[in-house]
């Protein structure tokens, strides 16, 4: 940061990214001229006997060496230079720039050069004898150098950025956010599979608008973004230990115990439910889902389960969206152990803003349930960006209520399939004993709570069981509604549940603050990044990141006066922060919705005669507790953050909790 710019324009790579990339272009460059320094010693000497072109067979040789040794030359400085200086000092990299604008242009007499070498080394200009494969080799080297000028030009396509040509002056500019957007249409409109979807125009509109307000005027390239996750992991972390030095750090207070924890709550609220919705949950997901939990024996699973030529059929079930065989189908079956006489329906459709679904007769638990899948496909995630808030109108709602548009628009067309092939009303003529019961995870679980609002008029019982569900789904007021009928089940440090515009916003504010207090080169925080993946963070890696700093007090969305040097900050780039600080797309502030449940994993205690090796061998214990949509209101980087989303770690920590159950102790009344 901020980006290199060449040839008048900007590229997705800064002055200091250019270290691991020129060390791996110098290793191939010298195992190049290794090659080619073998073949001229072994085989120099026979070009003398070539009948015909044996002096362009030396040319070639020679004028290739020279060039390697020019761009090792070259490469060799600029990743010297690269090196220098922190993230943000970037005059000490300020002959990068040049030096880079020479190295590329070297690319042009190199691809000539080749040229020419392919010209005469496969055309009719040589001719020598075969005796010690001369020619052969020779052709070989200039395939191979074929290869690497190949190899550089996929670089230059990877760093390339059609942003470039803007000016970062005027941010505020309504031509320049227009020219921004228009520019991610673009790049949208490549995904011609979506060009035909219902809702394909309207949402990348809004997509383009988000990512257009969030990266517009931040000059952060993707390794910014990289470097700068691993500085506030640091970040967080020292300030956990030194408000823990302070004894200023607030413990929430978890429980292992069901009975505690449930002792206020309706019946429907227990663990033993939940797991089994999670369960459903993880069905929907279907025979991609199969394929990954088994990964060896999962076809064996699909295929017991399969419809062959079902199309065939006369009696067809109440599938739309899967194959002629019904795989999707298979892999709900084979995942919840359902029989397709419980399936009523199941549209698998994946469409932009049209999620697939299933509704399922549960005579375990008496209940006709609607299970929504969560993401799993580039359309999904699209919706899950077109995350903007709008008006959510039902009936039931204040007026002014706000939600997720992406997931307004999915929940309305879930509806519409549901009362199109009046799917819930022949299921309660069929079973007038059952209730309604939602469930869904991640984007399945914030579009059940929306589909939840729009039902409860009918079915003013019915209740939802959300897991992972995203944090920018309703206004405040509408969360709080959601307490009496929905169950949020989260595990650890679960991202998706911090997720959304404003927490974004405010992680993108955080990057650049700790990106510009940094004190070490960008590679060398990448390369300790890779270190704190396998070891974890040392102790004396979080005093020496900013060793002039006891904490960065730095609240969310907001940015320091002075740098960790103590020197103020130039007039430019305190317009510039205050600009990125106070532009903000999200204009009401959504949280995540239902009575949330949290679950963390605890680290098991060292009793005494048990080495420190054993006691990590024992498993670890869960506890939960109950908490409040505004605890997940910011985003935090912690190791797990992807893990815990994934909906088998919530079945494994419910299963746990389950189990843990029986071991505690039993107390009764006197």
């Known amino acids: 940061m901020p980006a290199i710019k060449l040839f008048g324009r900007k590229w997705l790579a800064a002055t200091d990214d250019l270290v691991y990339p020129g060390l791996f272009e110098i290793f191939i460059r010298t195992v190049w001229l290794t090659l080619i320094g073998i073949a001229c010693v072994r085989y120099y000497q026979y070009t003398w006997s070539c009948q015909l072109g044996g002096e362009l067979v030396r040319v070639y040789l020679i004028g290739q060496v020279a060039l390697l040794i020019t761009s090792l030359l070259f490469m060799l400085i600029i990743v010297r230079q690269s090196a220098k200086g922190s993230i943000m000092e970037t005059r ?32 009719p200009k040589v001719e020598c004898g075969y005796d010690h494969y001369t020619i052969t080799v020779v052709q070989a080297l200039v395939l191979f150098d074929w290869i690497l000028i190949g190899l550089t030009v996929f670089g230059l396509a990877l760093i390339f950025d059609p942003l470039g040509s803007l000016d970062d002056k005027n941010l505020e500019s309504l031509a320049e956010h227009s020219k921004v957007s228009s520019i991610w249409l673009r790049r949208f409109k490549f995904l011609w599979w979506m060009r035909k979807d219902e809702s394909a125009n309207e949402t990348f509109q809004h997509v383009a608008g988000l990512l257009t307000s969030l990266f517009r005027g931040t000059d952060l390239v993707p390794s910014d973004v990289v470097a700068g996750c691993i500085l506030l992991r640091i970040r967080q972390k020292r300030e956990t230990h030194d408000l823990r030095r302070l004894n200023l750090l607030h413990h929430p207070v978890y429980t292992m115990d069901e009975s505690v924890i449930f002792s206020d709550t309706p019946s429907w609220m227990s663990l033993e439910n939940a797991l089994h919705y999670i369960k459903l949950s993880i069905a929907c997901y279907g025979w991609l889902f199969v394929l990954y939990k088994h990964m060896c024996t999962g076809y064996f699973h699909i295929m017991q389960n399969l419809t062959c030529c079902a199309c065939f059929r006369r009696k067809r079930l109440a599938i739309h969206g899967d194959n002629c065989c019904y795989c999707y189908l298979a892999g709900v079956k084979s995942l919840s152990g359902l029989s397709v006489d419980d399936i009523l329906f199941a549209s698998f459709k994946n469409h932009l803003c049209e999620i697939p679904f299933c509704v399922i007769v549960d005579h375990k638990t008496n209940n006709i349930v609607i299970v929504i899948r969560g993401s799993l496909s580039l359309r999904d995630i699209l919706t899950d960006i077109a995350a903007d808030s709008d008006v959510f109108e039902c009936e039931g709602l204040p007026p002014g209520s706000m939600a997720h548009r992406g997931m307004i628009t999915g929940a309305k067309v879930i509806l519409r399939q549901l009362d199109e092939h009046k799917i819930l009303e022949r299921a309660f003529s069929t079973f007038p004993q059952f209730n309604l019961v939602i469930t869904g995870h991640s984007l399945g679980a914030g ?35 959601t307490e009496e009928f929905v169950l949020t089940i989260g595990v650890g440090d679960d991202f998706v549940m911090r997720l ?8 993108r504010t955080s990057l650049l603050m700790t990106l510009h207090a940094c004190q070490l080169p960008k590679y060398r925080v990448v390369l300790n990044g890779l270190g704190y993946i396998l070891f974890g963070i040392p ?37 510039y922060e205050e600009d990125i600080t106070k532009r903000r797309f999200s204009k009401v502030k959504l949280y995540t919705g239902g009575r949330i449940l949290h679950i963390i994993k605890t680290k098991p205690e060292k009793s005494e005669g048990t080495s420190e090796v054993q006691s990590n061998k024992k498993e670890k214990k869960y506890e939960m507790r109950w908490a409040k949509p505004e605890e997940f209101t910011e985003l935090i980087v912690m ?22 159950q029986s071991d505690l102790p039993v107390y009764f009344d006197p």
């Not at 002959?95 to 000539?112: A, D, G, M, N, W």
């Not at 992807?642 to 419910?654: G, K, T, V, W, Y």
Request: proline share 7%; hydrophobic share 40%; charged share 20%.
């Open 500 to 507: 959304g515009v404003d927490s974004t916003e405010n992680l």
């Open 92 to 123: 000490a990299r300020k002959c990068v720039e040049p030096l880079l604008t020479v190295k590329i242009l070297l690319l042009l007499p190199e691809i000539s050069w080749n040229v020419l070498g392919s010209l005469w080394m496969f055309g």
């Open 447 to 481: 579009l059940g709570i929306l589909l939840a609002f729009l039902l409860r008029p009918r079915y003013p019982t019915l209740k939802v069981y959300a897991f992972s569900t995203p944090a920018g789904l309703l206004s405040r007021e509408v969360a709080t509604l």
């Open 639 to 660: 190791p797990r953050m992807l893990l815990d989303h994934l909906p088998e770690s919530i079945e494994r920590a419910l299963t746990s909790l389950m189990e843990q």
């Open 539 to 575: 102790e004396k890696d979080l005093s020496k990141t900013w060793p002039t700093c006891n904490i960065i007090a730095t609240s969310s969305g907001q940015s320091p006066l002075l740098d960790e040097r103590g020197t103020t900050r130039s007039e430019e780039e305190n317009k």
